[in-house]
Structures are given as structure tokens and as C-alpha cells.
């Protein structure tokens, strides 16, 4: 499986970002994906996550309510809507793919294949 995140950006608290992820190689309708953050100097963390049928989805605490996950399996893509940004949002967010399980998890243990980032900044 290859991902290639996109979207990332520079923008102003209370801003918003939508990131993409464009999913290859298996397939995409059949396995779970996420979104994972990493601030600098920062561990990784949890974002979101999705089904492979996009009926169930699990969010971060600090993310929800603001931040919405999707996927378009027709089109091997999933997205991640951002929005209320603030400071703390700031990091190199990844895509990543469970491709051994349709049920999402916030483990990043669990996930095999990732994307290779996209930097989102905000300024406040």
C-alpha cells in the first residue's frame, strides 16, 4: 500500500485546512485508516480513525467536534476536515492504513502502512 498525504499549510487560528490522502496498491474499500500527529519534540499521536465503510469513525478528545474524518473508496481516498485551528494543531500529520482489520483503532501500533507527512502550521 502507498499513501501520499497532501493539504498541509500555513493558517491562522480559527482557520481551516482540509488534508487528503490518496491511498494505492490494494484494496482501499477493504481496510481501516487513520490520522496520527506529530508536534516537534512531541510523540506521535492519535487523531482519527475510520471503518472501511466509513460508518464508524473515533476521534482524539482534542479533535473532536472540530476535526471530521472521511474517506472516498470509489476514489481511494480519505480526508481529514480541519477546522477552529489553534497552535496546538500544529505538527506533520500522517495517513496511515490498518490493511488487517475494517474496524479503526487509535493504536498506531496497529497500522502497517503510513504516508510520508504534511506539515500544517498555524499562526496565532
Known amino acids: 500500500v502507498q499513501l501520499q498525504a497532501s493539504g498541509g499549510g500555513l493558517v491562522q487560528a480559527g482557520g481551516s485546512l482540509r488534508l487528503s490522502c490518496a491511498a494505492s496498491?490494494?484494496?482501499?474499500?477493504?481496510?481501516?485508516m487513520g490520522w496520527f500527529r506529530q508536534a516537534p519534540g512531541k510523540e506521535r499521536e492519535f487523531v482519527a480513525a475510520?471503518?472501511?465503510?466509513?460508518?464508524?469513525?473515533y476521534y482524539a478528545d482534542s479533535v473532536k467536534g472540530r476535526f471530521t474524518i472521511s474517506r472516498d473508496n470509489a476514489n481511494n481516498a480519505l480526508y481529514l476536515q480541519m477546522n477552529s485551528l489553534t497552535p496546538a494543531d500544529a505538527a506533520v500529520y500522517y495517513c496511515a492504513a490498518d490493511v488487517t482489520a475494517g474496524w479503526p483503532t487509535h493504536s498506531g501500533y496497529e497500522y502497517e502502512y503510513w504516508g510520508q507527512g504534511t506539515l500544517v502550521t498555524v499562526s496565532s
Open positions: 475510520i471503518s472501511w465503510s466509513g460508518g464508524t469513525t
Open positions: 496498491g490494494r484494496t482501499f474499500s477493504s481496510y481501516a
